[in-house]
């Protein structure tokens, strides 16, 4: 019963800290918060965040066969940067042109399942993180192990998310910002981490 509650909490807490890097998942978090509010926010998360329980044990159950190709990682790299310039753009967009749209509940449910599973950091993070945890008897497998494991990561996933969207709108309506502005800085943002996969990418293949 311990490793239950020790392997419940360690998935809490591992995928409530890996949301905290800037990351095309937490900014569009903070994007749809201050574009739709935080009520369109809450279902994005929410189902992001079931599709995340249901990646999270997928991957956990072949956390050691992943393990064994860890050259496809520097495929996950081109495949973040064509999202990050995407999403860098599509912010960029909605900064200059502004559409006053009604949002609908099913259009950001839609969104939470389109990038809860096509969420590649999802792979190298619980192939390096799971096959350590495992290795290091910090969780358990047996029994109901990784679906408790599973709904953990995706309950410290949504709590992690849910505190992006509240503090965007409070530092929204604290300094009075607009949506442009800040959907221009997201965008910067994801320019930026594009950037940095490149000049990674770059570094590989020329050393």
């Given at each position: 019963?311990?490793?239950?509650?020790?392997?419940?909490?360690?998935?809490?807490?591992?995928?409530?800290?890996?949301?905290?890097?800037?990351?095309?998942?937490?900014?569009?978090?903070?994007?749809?918060?201050?574009?739709?509010?935080?009520?369109?926010?809450?279902?994005?998360?929410?189902?992001?965040?079931?599709?995340?329980?249901?990646?999270?044990?997928?991957l956990m159950s072949f956390a050691?066969?992943?393990?064994?190709?860890a050259d496809w990682l520097n495929?996950?790299?081109?495949?973040?940067?064509?999202?990050?310039?995407?999403?860098?753009?599509?912010?960029?967009?909605?900064?200059?042109?502004?559409?006053?749209?009604?949002?609908?509940?099913?259009?950001?449910?839609?969104?939470?399942?389109?990038?809860?599973?096509?969420?590649?950091?999802?792979?190298?993070?619980?192939?390096?993180?799971?096959?350590?945890?495992?290795?290091?008897?910090?969780?358990?497998?047996?029994?109901?192990?990784?679906?408790?494991?599973?709904?953990?990561?995706?309950?410290?996933?949504?709590?992690?998310?849910?505190?992006?969207?509240?503090?965007?709108?409070?530092?929204?309506?604290?300094?009075?910002?607009?949506?442009?502005?800040?959907?221009?800085?997201?965008?910067?943002?994801?320019?930026?981490?594009?950037?940095?996969?490149?000049?990674?990418?770059?570094?590989?293949?020329?050393?």
């Open positions: 019963m311990w490793m239950f509650f020790l392997t419940f909490l360690v998935a809490v807490v591992m995928n409530f800290v890996g949301y905290i890097p800037f990351g095309n998942i937490n900014l569009t978090t903070v994007q749809i918060s201050v574009n739709r509010g935080i009520k369109q926010a809450v279902y994005f998360i929410t189902t992001f965040s079931i599709v995340d329980i249901l990646c999270t044990y997928a050691e066969w992943f393990a064994s190709h495929y996950l790299d081109f495949v973040l940067i064509a999202i990050f310039l995407i999403m860098g753009f599509i912010s960029w967009n909605t900064a200059e042109h502004p559409k006053e749209v009604e949002y609908r509940r099913r259009d950001s449910i839609r969104y939470g399942v389109i990038l809860g599973i096509f969420n590649p950091m999802q792979i190298p993070f619980w192939m390096i993180g799971g096959t350590y945890l495992i290795s290091e008897n910090w969780i358990t497998t047996e029994g109901w192990g990784l679906e408790i494991f599973s709904v953990g990561a995706g309950l410290g996933a949504f709590l992690s998310l849910y505190l992006f969207a509240r503090f965007a709108k409070y530092i929204q309506e604290k300094f009075a910002l607009s949506a442009k502005v800040i959907n221009k800085s997201i965008a910067c943002v994801f320019f930026l981490l594009a950037l940095i996969h490149i000049i990674k990418l770059a570094w590989i293949f020329w050393k």
